[in-house]
């Protein structure tokens, strides 16, 4: 009931405070009868039914007079696009359900044409109305009239007043608020507490504030501001299944100062100081506890660092759903009640939810905006990037939904977001809707409102024309219910220096090879890669994905006999072998893998034998062997 669209049943019981909507107020309050109010409480209602009042009457006579016959004609083509919006997108969603896929082509063409003509037919009329409404979209003069009356509208007066009555301390917080104009104009812009709880949110906020210097200024701020609105609706906590004890909910401030920590370590992604507080809503938001969003970044650093600092920023962290979340629910049985929901998801796997889950909670660890974007019969997600948000995991723009509309409305919006300089005109249009009793429109997907939130609209449109803005494809659609992408990868060669091939003999006779150090494959391939290690130097990943492969290590022994072989290795699946033989042996020798749940550690030794000078030593395993990473392999001398 949040994010990016204006609260519905906030708007109606703040209506039904000033005698705009009673009918719809009166069902509202029969489904939820409130209890009632104690005497403070009263009065504060009053009070601040009173302030929204006159709000709306001073903004109401300073708006400009719309010309009744220019602004029936804008109504009708807004609303002609509106319908024939939602038209082309049932259209489009029919003909993937359509078993005449002629006729639905057909049909769909035909919607296709029919927005074009109306699109073609707004334009006149939109572009002389957006002039003649300019001066009050690019003014800021009615800004600090406008946001009061928004918040408490969607706070609503009894809302308020319910949460200052308990005690003097919220009484001031909201008094606090109502008076610091800067900081309702960024709650505003974030779009708003979620459920119109500002009481909570503030209280959150001031919270964070005494528990962190770094939330006054910058990125940590922003991400404070957008943790206490977002949080203002109790966000239900996640634990691990034997956890009975465990928090029931997730710790707003707690949320705060695990990021705060981990942005102040540099362990976030480069671009998270970027993010306006409205991006940040959707960073600290997830159920994880903050435990497990430190394993995250820790797993992924560890096992797969080249997901985090591969350039592709449309698959950077997420891509570790492609590589590592196996795709079937089978395995599912075999989650782990001792383990967080995320921890089973990549160790047993599972069908688009879990892998949509994973990719949401990995991009969170790393400070990245994520959002569930659902498409029929099928669960996907979209995040932020510089570039723009993207699909991963599921079919284009159109074919989903974000936060319950339409997915190219949630597009567009971000677009126009992107121009910071130019969005606060769309909004304090959707402001001036709100004061005459519009509901929100989210895009041209969504049903036609009325005649300021057209009016939004179009500007929004106009921004993104005038910026250019750039729609990124979706990726990963072919695996969105696949193990294994069609798409042929280029696997790209990397630079292994000799050090980081050097192997060493200690003077105690014990020999270190490094896992890069390989004689066979020298170089990265589908299925062994080779990367930059978060240890230093370089390690070795053995894919879950692609054909079966050895590889090799040749080098000298100082001495004959028997040594013990183990290796320094990251796992995140238990139950994994890998199978060495020793210059040709007719048995390989068995090599249990620990289960390190993404943390380094050594493998129980194995005995081999070794010859004095040239050895080789082949590894291999079986074909469904899982994901595995070494960094280096250690034989000592067997006494």
């Known amino acids: 009931m949040n994010k990016y669209h204006t609260f519905r049943i906030a ?106 003509s109306a699109k073609k037919e707004a334009q006149p009329t939109s572009k002389a109305v957006l002039a003649g409404v300019d001066k009050i979209l690019i003014s800021d003069k009615l800004d600090a009239q406008l946001i009061k009356y928004n918040l408490i509208a969607q706070a609503t007066p009894r809302g308020l007043a319910e949460f200052a009555q308990e005690n003097k301390e919220q009484e001031a917080l909201i008094d606090k608020l109502l008076a610091d104009a800067d900081l309702m104009k960024q709650m505003l812009t974030a779009d708003g507490a979620s459920g119109g709880k500002y009481g909570q949110a503030m209280k959150i906020y001031t919270d964070i504030q005494k528990a962190s210097t770094h939330a006054k200024d910058g990125i940590l701020q922003r991400f404070a501001l957008g943790t206490s609105l977002e949080h203002a609706v109790p966000v239900p906590q996640r634990n691990a299944e034997d956890q009975t004890n465990g928090p029931t909910i997730v710790d707003p401030v707690k949320r705060y100062l695990h990021f705060d920590k981990a942005f102040l370590a540099g362990e976030l992604d480069p671009h998270f100081k970027e993010l306006t507080a409205w991006d940040c809503r959707f960073v600290g938001n997830g159920d994880e506890p903050d435990e497990v969003l430190t394993w995250g970044r820790e797993m992924l650093r560890n096992y797969h660092p080249d997901q985090i600092h591969t350039a592709d920023e449309r698959w950077r962290y997420v891509e570790a759903v492609r590589t590592d979340v196996k795709y079937g629910s089978q395995d599912q049985k075999n989650d782990l009640p001792s383990l967080g929901f995320y921890q089973n998801i990549i160790n047993t796997g599972g069908v688009c939810g879990r892998r949509a889950f994973f990719g949401r909670f990995i991009l969170r660890s790393f400070g990245m905006p994520t959002l569930a974007r659902p498409q029929p019969g099928h669960a996907t997600l979209v995040h932020w990037t510089p570039a723009g948000w993207v699909i991963n995991l599921g079919a284009n723009w159109g074919w989903g939904t974000v936060e319950g509309a339409a997915d190219t409305d949630f597009l567009a919006m971000t677009q126009a977001r992107k121009v910071e300089a130019a969005y ?27 005649f300021w939130n057209g009016v939004a609209l179009y500007q929004q449109q106009a921004i993104i024309e005038k910026s250019k803005a750039v729609t990124l494809a979706a990726v990963g659609t072919d695996i969105g219910e696949a193990n294994e992408s069609k798409e042929k990868e280029v696997v790209k060669a990397v630079s292994i220096t000799a050090a980081d091939r050097n192997i060493v003999v200690g003077k105690d006779g014990v020999i270190t090879v490094p896992a890069v150090a390989c004689s066979k494959p020298t170089n990265s391939t589908g299925k062994i890669r080779f990367m930059p290690s978060s240890l230093g130097g370089m390690q070795l990943h053995y894919s879950r994905l692609g054909k079966t492969e050895t590889f090799e290590y040749t080098f000298d022994a100082p001495a004959a006999g028997k040594y013990m072989l183990s290796a320094r290795v990251v796992t995140v699946s238990p139950d994994q072998h890998v199978l060495v033989t020793a210059n040709n042996a007719k048995e390989p020798v068995d090599m249990t893998l620990p289960y390190t749940l993404g943390k380094w550690e050594q493998t129980k030794p194995v005995e081999i034998t070794l010859t004095t000078g040239k050895n080789v030593l082949l590894f291999s395993r079986s074909d469904e062997a899982k994901g595995m990473t070494i960094k280096d392999f250690t034989l000592t001398p067997a006494k």
Do not use: C, N
């Not at 509106?82 to 038209?87: G, R």
């Not at 489009?92 to 002629?102: R, T």
């Open 11 to 116: 708007q109606l019981l703040a209506a039904a405070t000033l005698g705009l909507a009673p009918a719809m107020a009166a069902k509202k309050q029969a489904e939820a009868p409130a209890a009632p109010l104690k005497e403070a409480g009263s009065k504060l209602e009053t009070k601040y039914a009173a302030t929204l009042k006159g709000l709306q009457d001073e903004i109401t006579k300073a708006l400009p007079k719309i010309d009744a016959a220019q602004q029936a004609a804008f109504l009708k083509v807004y609303q002609a696009e509106a319908a024939a919006t939602a038209a082309e997108r049932k259209a489009m969603l029919a003909s993937a359900k359509s078993k005449d896929k002629d006729a639905a082509a057909k049909a769909h063409a035909a919607a296709k044409e029919a927005l074009a």
């Open 424 to 450: 606060p005109a769309v909004q304090r249009a959707q402001w001036v809707g709100a004061v005459l009793g519009e509901t929100k429109a989210t895009g041209f997907g969504a049903a036609a409102s009325g």
